[in-house]
């Protein structure tokens, strides 16, 4: 009996959906379960002390547990960016699995594809777009989400700490009341500084640290007035009173913006993903109606340009559209 590729179809198919529920699990695990307690109080639970539930906790650095030559290739790799988005995102997983994930179902897609008697070029770039740009464009957009609730909950969190400091209480104290009582992901956030400055790191180098992993304005503001007040004293209560207020003043005209543009917002993603999307409905329909795009020189040049025009309106609608407060 002759052997043929397209026997290899039917597992190959059965490895991208095991992939995908695994990736699927990961990515969503324990979501329900944040919005009650966060991550930091669970772990503790779980763990026999509370140093292993930081070390759950804090996220290792790229080739940390590596060879040394590796690690120091991955210090200095583009790697870091994606680390420092996963890490954004709330993310649990390492960034070399991530890695490993992208080359799985890239590898997969074009000898999906290939197998289907498509071309080499059409196959390498879906799979370059399933397996690179999809999980990039997933994961980007779950750290939006998680760094918009944790602006919004800050607000909160800040009057919990001006609370417990007109209580009479220090700043490690109240920063671990916030840790405890409040959900993630500014609960965990809090509770690594709180952590941080319980095995022996000083207040600003865990701030700072708090400020690395989380890049947000708001952030960033709350870290600076508690590193000025550290340095030259003042009310911090009053401080942080007047912040939260200015940050909440702020995420509710932010939020006001939004809900005027959302039709706007709507109506360019419609008309951004109408060209794509009418050529992907031909070529399926209709596979050979594209067929003398790489034959005439002339017809090549036409779709390129055409390609890079709407590339330009999508940048072009992205601009109008998108309001920044």
Known sequence: ??????????????LLAIAFGEGLQLLLADRDADKHVNRRLRLIAQTPDQRAAFELLRRKAPGERSSQWLAEVLKTSPLQWLDRMIGEAGLEVTVERIVLYMVGAVVAIVAVMYIFHFRLPAAA????????????????????RRLHRLA?????????????????????????????????????EFGLVFDE???????????????QRVQIPEINYMVVAMRIQYGTGGNLADILGTLSGVMRARRNLFSKVRALSAEARFGGKILA??????????????????????????????MGGAAFVVALGMVMIRKIVRIRV
């Open 1 to 14: 009996m002759q052997f043929q590729l397209s026997w290899l179809l039917y597992p190959l198919l059965l």
């Open 125 to 144: 770039g879906a799979g370059f777009a399933g397996g690179v740009l999809l999980p990039l464009w997933f994961i980007n957009r779950m750290r939006r």
């Open 152 to 188: 919004d909950q800050l607000p909160d969190a800040i009057d919990m700490l001006v609370r417990s400091l007109r209580a009479g209480h220090p700043v490690p104290t109240g920063i671990g009341i916030v840790a405890r009582e409040t959900p993630d992901p500014i609960g965990s």
């Open 197 to 211: 400055m319980s095995y022996g790191a000083d207040l600003r180098d865990a701030l700072e640290k708090m400020q």
């Open 273 to 302: 993903g109408m060209p794509p999307g009418i050529v992907a409905l031909i070529s399926v329909f209709n596979p050979n109606y594209y067929a003398d795009v790489g034959v005439n020189k002339g017809l090549t040049i036409v």
